[in-house]
């Protein structure tokens, strides 16, 4: 393979800089080498460098460690297509998440991998040089976990947040509006993750009773109690060293959040009954519909719990702010049901395709989905039009008109009651007379 062009590499650290200079020779034309950030500037005015290797600390450490953001804010100041690759240890992954919000194109942490260091470098070159480097682009659509990615920018900063997290052990904490694809996301960032070939132990975090939390999690013994009759592994033992998705975490009632904290901290869980601890390797992805910070405010999540969770937070937009993706997810949908369904091949008219994109979806893909399938299943033309869509929305004409269904009514007290108590749903639960699990299931329904 012909070489590429030249690139700087700083690092403080001189054996760091001998080892990846004889690396990247294979590679470069000319790898020029600085054991200090001062002379980043002369060197990139004196010489044609199209790519650069940035370390993230050096030792005269300015802003406690952020020396590498500063003199990446300095290089894109006059540089801005310049490509530079951040050079980090595994505990200044944050840092890096952070470089590249900022306009680094990608990072790579020490220890490295040779293989891995040379191809993400090279990445970083073609997209300086607008070269495709004979691979094809990535899918808009993840094959193996179904996440689509669409074209919308929102979706493609997204898509290179999760690129760059998915294969460090960072825990991540998803937030997002119900029905936009929280599960879906951490299936694909357990995916592209070191810990692929292992499990993904999915926990629904609301639809466990006080009572079974910790059996659910930790597991129990024989004979610890009544209905124990074997012993049994929880969750946190089902996914050592794979990854462990705690769906719906801002369900998890104040008084539990605690024992929660205690394994994550420990790494290690006691099953029920037992006094021995069992230790656990596990990669945390969390996610939630509801504002955790907010929640911490009116001391409903633990401040603390919050911080073990969230060393990444990913956030996916709703549906209404990337409306360039309504429609591809509109055909994918087509296909699906149409196939399930056993139908003919259909169209949508220019008039629908701009109702559809007009639409707030405040149920999101969740909702897109369940009005494509209805189309689909009401009507027997192979061109569909606005009368085949059901476009009312039950967010919108709840409260315009006074309920007059016993469904309407129970959606209002509950939305209701949980707006007086700020969604804790062991005081709404307890308000409506009803268990939280029953509570719970009411919300799944009413999407709310």
Avoid: C
């Avoid at 800089?17 to 200090?36: H, N």
């Avoid at 297509?81 to 590249?100: E, H, K, Q, S």
């Avoid at 401040?303 to 209404?320: A, G, S």
């Avoid at 296909?335 to 999101?364: H, R, S």
């Amino acid at each position: 393979m012909a070489k590429q062009g030249t690139i700087l590499v700083v690092d403080d650290n001189k054996g760091i800089l001998t080892a990846v200079q004889m690396l990247l020779t294979t590679s470069f034309e000319k790898v020029i080498t600085l054991s200090t950030p001062n002379r980043i500037k002369t060197i990139l005015h004196n010489e044609q460098v199209d790519v650069v290797l940035l370390d993230m600390n050096f030792s005269a450490g300015i802003n406690n460690g952020n020396e590498g953001l500063f003199w990446l804010n300095e290089i894109k100041k006059e540089y801005p297509t310049l490509p530079v690759v951040l050079f980090t240890a595994y505990a200044d992954i944050d840092l890096a998440v952070r470089g590249i919000k900022e306009g680094a194109a990608d990072f790579v942490v020490k220890p490295w991998n040779n293989a891995k260091l040379i191809e993400t470098i090279q990445l970083a070159y073609t997209l300086r040089s607008g070269k495709s480097g004979g691979k094809d682009e990535k899918q808009v659509i993840s094959k193996e976990s179904g996440m689509f990615w669409g074209k919308s920018n929102v979706m493609q900063n997204l898509r290179m947040l999760v690129d760059k997290v998915a294969r460090t052990d960072a825990n991540i904490l998803i937030t997002g509006e119900n029905g936009t694809g929280k599960e879906m996301l951490a299936r694909e960032i357990h995916l592209q993750s070191t810990r692929k070939k292992e499990a993904l132990i999915t926990v629904d975090m609301g639809a466990i009773t006080e009572t079974l939390f910790e059996s659910e999690l930790f597991g129990h013994i024989k004979g610890a109690f009544t209905d124990a009759r074997a012993d049994r592994a929880g969750k946190f033992e089902a996914a050592d060293n794979g990854t462990l998705f705690l769906d719906e975490i801002g369900n998890l009632p104040y008084h539990l959040q605690a024992k929660l904290l205690t394994a994550l901290q420990n790494r290690s869980i006691v099953r029920v009954g037992s006094n021995t601890p069992v230790p656990v390797n596990i990669r945390l992805i969390s996610a939630t519909n509801r504002d955790l910070q907010e929640m911490v405010h009116k001391e409903l999540f633990r401040e603390d719990l919050l911080y073990r969770i969230n060393t990444i937070h990913v956030k996916i937009p709703p549906l209404r702010e990337r409306p360039e993706d309504i429609l591809p997810l509109t055909e994918i949908f087509l296909k699906k049901y149409v196939n399930i369904y056993g139908k003919a091949p259909v169209k949508l008219t220019p008039e629908v395709q701009e109702k559809l994109k007009d639409q707030p979806w405040y149920g999101n893909i969740r909702e897109l989905e369940h009005t494509v399938e209805k189309a689909v299943i009401i009507s027997d033309s192979s061109v569909l039009d606005v009368n085949d869509f059901d476009f009312s929305s039950k967010h919108h004409t709840v409260h315009q008109k006074e309920a007059t269904t016993l469904e309407e009514m129970e959606y209002q007290m509950i939305k209701s009651a949980m707006e007086k108590y700020g969604g804790n749903l062991s005081q709404v639960a307890s308000q409506l007379g009803i268990s939280r699990q029953t509570l719970y299931n009411k919300i799944k329904r009413y999407e709310l």
